[in-house]
């Protein structure tokens, strides 16, 4: 029996929403579809592939072994599926296909808003949806087909399965304060700077609160006891503005308002911190001309700043 014949479209499209909720209830929300036809597509699949895909969990569902290997393969499909139909739905239109960009906090401050503006004083054609978000989440959505390109720092190995990264340039992480914070300007820091204010650090499974961790090790400082955690951009900015706190952020995230003169970065050694910052994409993706544009135009600005 020919796979064409036995396999359809909405058999991908029902697994991987599935295995993106771990819920048959909200999957078929997010379709538009009875719980019951989500039912029946997800055993047609699991009887083409002669294996089962889901299975029970306490109160609800998860990926089989079987499932976890499928599901790449699955979402990879219908993203690749995806794309050529966006690709030929933009031919023809003077705008082209819509460029879909995640950008990471690290660049959603300065070098992609200001990338697009390029774009846009240059009357390139092109329409763009920028989203922002964790580093898991946009890397997911960058698998699922949709996001074109996912722009920040390194993602961990274990994550980079059919992603592929085109470094732009390094950066390292900053520990900074409002311009009028007692500490901005010491040339030395006291022992309990990071007990006597309030501390904002990379929340848990942030890509750069390793680092963090690890430079807090290296020179012998105590972590906060009681830090707040965020990786929230305007969240941080308003903190650390209106209530004398410390903010260990990536440098990319302040960069404006540390050239604005609003913050000020403290005298700590944050070489071990220091990371690549590229272009994140899927390997089987070929990138319409107005993504390429972007990409292209992306690294210009990163090399007219001194970044590259």
Same mark, same amino acid.
């Given at each position: ?55 029970? =969990? ?10 976890? +290997? ?110 009028? =914070? ?102 089987? =993706? ?14 210009? =600005?990163?090399?007219?700043?001194? +970044?590259?």
């Amino acid at each position: 029996m020919r796979l064409s014949s036995s396999l359809k479209l909405r058999h991908l499209e029902v697994f991987v929403e599935v295995a993106r909720k771990l819920s048959v209830t909200q999957a078929a929300e997010a379709l538009g579809m009875t719980q019951p036809a989500v039912t029946r597509a997800l055993r047609e699949l699991e009887a083409v592939c002669g294996k089962p895909l889901v299975e029970k =969990h306490g109160r609800g569902i998860r990926l089989s072994s079987y499932g976890e +290997l499928f599901r790449d393969h699955a979402g990879r499909s219908l993203a690749l599926a995806r794309d050529g139909v966006a690709l030929l739905q933009g031919l023809g239109e003077a705008e082209g296909p819509q460029v879909s960009i995640g950008a990471l906090p690290t660049v959603a401050a300065d070098l992609v808003p200001d990338t697009l503006a390029q774009l846009r004083a240059g009357r390139a054609p092109g329409r763009f949806l920028v989203m922002s978000g964790g580093n898991q989440y946009l890397i997911d959505q960058l698998r699922r087909g949709s996001l074109d390109v996912v722009v920040g720092r390194l993602p961990a190995p274990e994550t980079m399965a059919g992603v592929e990264f085109d470094p732009l340039y390094r950066e390292r992480v900053a520990v900074v304060v409002a311009a009028g =914070h007692p500490l901005a300007g010491a040339a030395h820091l006291p022992p309990a700077v990071f007990e006597d204010y309030p501390v904002l650090m990379p929340s848990e499974g942030s890509i750069i609160r390793p680092l963090v961790e690890r430079m807090f090790l290296e020179q012998g400082l105590a972590l906060p006891r009681f830090p707040v955690e965020t990786v929230s951009s305007s969240f941080g900015r308003r903190f650390v503005l209106a209530h004398q706190a410390v903010w260990i952020i990536s440098h990319g995230v302040v960069r404006p308002d540390l050239q604005a003169g609003t913050m000020a970065a403290l005298p700590v050694n944050t070489d071990s911190t220091l990371g690549p910052v590229g272009l994140c994409t899927r390997r089987e =993706h070929r990138l319409s001309a107005a993504a390429q544009r972007f990409c292209a135009a992306l690294r210009s =600005h990163c090399a007219a700043l001194g +970044l590259a």
